[in-house]
């Protein structure tokens, strides 16, 4: 078999009559779209409901799946000790999913596991699920930290894995939308999150699961979002079929985003395997990037390259612009893929004898030195995009007015510790927050005396 159906659905506990004691109310019509989503699931009498939650154990670099032979869990948290649940898991399903991520390599298996009590994000579609159909078992699952086209390909290798074993599967991606639709609601308001709800419902609502790709990450933070990752999931995992969806419902009323839209295979369609078109695309735009960059970004790229593929520091190439040689500066070599950063190293000041031998240095420390990410590998070249910013000399200023978080950026000192921000960074918007970022990343507590420098720099891409 395969899978034979897909279901968008949020996951508030309060919607779960035992915990709302009333206030569920003001989400009938959620209600009673989950309630459809229930009876439909019923009547496709599957053996197994796969559940993807980003309330499950998450970790940035791994798919969690839980192992073991069942797990149990209730609304205690929520008030609601008499709501509970005892699952029996799909070990062999499992099993596969497993093996099929130990022979490729891919970050997805049962390590790791933290608290082996069902989530909310789980509990909440089992609610609405359990009171139609008692029957099949459950394969609970993680959102990771990884880039959109990981999840994607995660979905894939559930879909292939369900056509392994011949089970009759029915998905489940559990996830809220905006968090910051109203001010009056637990996270308060942003401008991105009314337009993530529309754009989300929209390209869901169409199947258009190509357009999930073009949400980028800074977006996806401002607007607070939860289910995002799930939803993508649940798109590869519907790699190469054609979809029908009924959207059932959305909802807004308490300041998070309630979606909820079912989508059932149509047979299968080449034109729908969206992650080789992505990639495809994405492989053009490097390429065309690699013919535009100038000096000081191929520098970097060749610098990365060169030390990646023979271990050793790349050797100043001839020909390079007399200022790359003849001047010294602070350089941060950037490094992304697909959209994610990965990994990112400079220096406030020359360390170098010349801007040419900081950038070589720094895109060597960038690519494999990185303390919050693993060294980058060779076959991960041919997907990186890689910015490099030249440093001015840094300027004391004696007050946050002077500051610009588009212009200029920061240097937040107190005593020997030090943190820095470069200037126009996706996600921040204030210099309250760019001097917060700043600090932190010193170890400068709240409180503690500081002192202001600013600086600008020229950013090549």
């Known amino acids: 078999m395969a899978i034979v159906g897909a279901f968008m659905v949020p996951h508030p506990p309060m919607i779960v009559p035992d915990i709302g004691r009333g206030s569920e109310k003001q989400v009938t019509d959620t209600s009673r779209a989950y309630e459809q989503v ?13 559940i993807t939650s980003p309330h499950s154990i998450m970790y940035a670099d791994y798919f969690h799946i839980s192992p073991g032979r069942g797990a149990k869990g209730d609304f205690t948290e929520f008030r609601a000790p008499n709501v509970t649940f005892d699952e029996e898991y799909d070990r062999e399903l ?51 930290g990884l880039p959109l086209t990981e999840h994607y390909r995660f979905g894939q290798m559930l879909k292939e894995a369900v056509e392994i074993t011949g089970r009759r599967v029915v998905l489940v991606a559990s996830g809220d939308l ?19 709800d529309e754009r989300i419902m929209d390209v869901c609502g169409r199947a258009a699961f190509n357009e999930l790709f073009d949400f980028d990450e800074s977006f996806l933070d401002k607007a ?69 960059a100038d000096e000081y970004v191929r520098l970097a790229r060749m610098s990365v390259e060169y030390y990646i593929r023979n271990g050793v520091p790349l050797e100043l190439p001839k020909g390079l612009p007399k200022e790359m040689l003849s001047k010294k500066a602070g350089v941060f070599v950037s490094i ?14 020359p360390c170098e004898p010349s801007i040419a031998q900081e950038i070589i240095a720094n895109a060597i420390s ?96």
């Open 366 to 461: 960038a690519s494999t030195r990185d303390p919050r990410f693993d060294p980058i590998t060779e076959d991960e070249l041919e997907w990186l995009e890689i910015n490099v910013d030249v440093l001015g000399e840094p300027e004391s200023i004696s007050s946050a007015e002077e500051l610009d978080v588009k212009k200029y950026g920061v240097i937040v000192s107190s005593g020997h510790k030090r943190g820095l921000l470069l200037p126009d960074l996706d996600g921040v918007d204030s210099v309250e927050q760019q001097i917060d970022i700043a600090r932190r990343k010193g170890g400068i507590l709240e409180g503690e005396k500081i002192a202001l420098q600013r600086f600008e720099v020229v950013r090549h891409r």
């Open 336 to 349: 992304h893929k697909h959209g994610y950063l990965r990994g990112c190293i400079g220096t406030t000041g």
């Open 224 to 292: 607070a979002e939860c289910g995002h990752r799930s939803f993508v999931i649940m798109a590869g995992a519907l790699d190469g079929v054609s979809v029908k969806t009924n959207v059932l419902s959305h909802q807004d009323v308490t300041g998070v985003g309630y979606g909820i839209i079912s989508f059932y295979p149509d047979g299968e369609d080449d034109s729908r395997h969206f992650l080789d078109y992505y990639l495809d695309e994405l492989k053009s735009k490097i390429a065309d990037d690699k013919i535009n």
């Open 178 to 196: 905006s968090h910051k639709l109203q001010d009056y609601g637990p996270y308060g308001f942003a401008p991105e999150g009314p337009v993530y």
């Open 94 to 144: 499992v099993t596969t999913i497993d093996e099929l991520g130990y022979q490729r390599d891919f970050p997805a298996g049962t390590l790791g596991e933290k608290n082996p009590r069902l989530d909310h994000g789980t509990m909440v579609p089992l609610y609405f699920i359990r009171d139609k159909y008692m029957k099949g078992k459950i394969i609970r699952i993680g959102l990771s």
């Open 38 to 50: 229930a009876k439909e699931i019923a009547a496709l009498e599957p053996e197994t409901i796969i």
